[in-house]
Nanobody, 120 residues
Framework: QVRLVESGGGLVQAGGSLRLSCVVSGSIVSITAMGWYRQAPGKQRELVARITSGGSTDYADSVKGRFTISGDNAKTAWYLQMNNLKPEDTAVYYC??????????????WGQGTQVTVSS
């Protein structure tokens, strides 16, 4: 019913920027929290950034000062602005959200992922 679709990934040189977006489709009431995770080959998925409906944000130490997460509840979408990208940022990035659906409580959902590759 609820589907999250990421976009904006690609190949970029070190020091460059990318902006990821995640759009929600389906019948929802609200997004209470939204975030981005990433998973590099051979590594576990890790939290990159998260933002609540109240505006509170959390970032992985490795991306603080470089990445910015923002949300747009009106369009049921959220974004990750990634600046000063480094090769170690290379990973598949997944959007994630806590979503309240009609006549239901809050549940967590994942997108399919978008590849970000940062070259040296």
């Amino acid at each position: 019913q609820v589907r999250l679709v990421e976009s904006g990934g690609g190949l970029v040189q070190a020091g460059g920027s990318l902006r990821l977006s995640c759009v929600v489709s389906g019948s929802i009431v609200s997004i209470t929290a939204m975030g981005w995770y990433r998973q590099a080959p051979g590594k576990q998925r890790e939290l990159v950034a998260r933002i609540t409906s109240g505006g509170s944000t959390d970032y992985a130490d490795s991306v603080k000062g470089r990445f910015t997460i923002s949300g747009d509840n009106a369009k049921t979408a959220w974004y990750l602005q990634m600046n000063n990208l480094k090769p170690e940022d290379t990973a598949v990035y997944y959007c994630n959200a806590d979503i309240r659906r009609l006549s239901m409580g809050v549940a967590n959902y994942w997108g399919q992922g978008t590849q970000v590759t940062v070259s040296s």
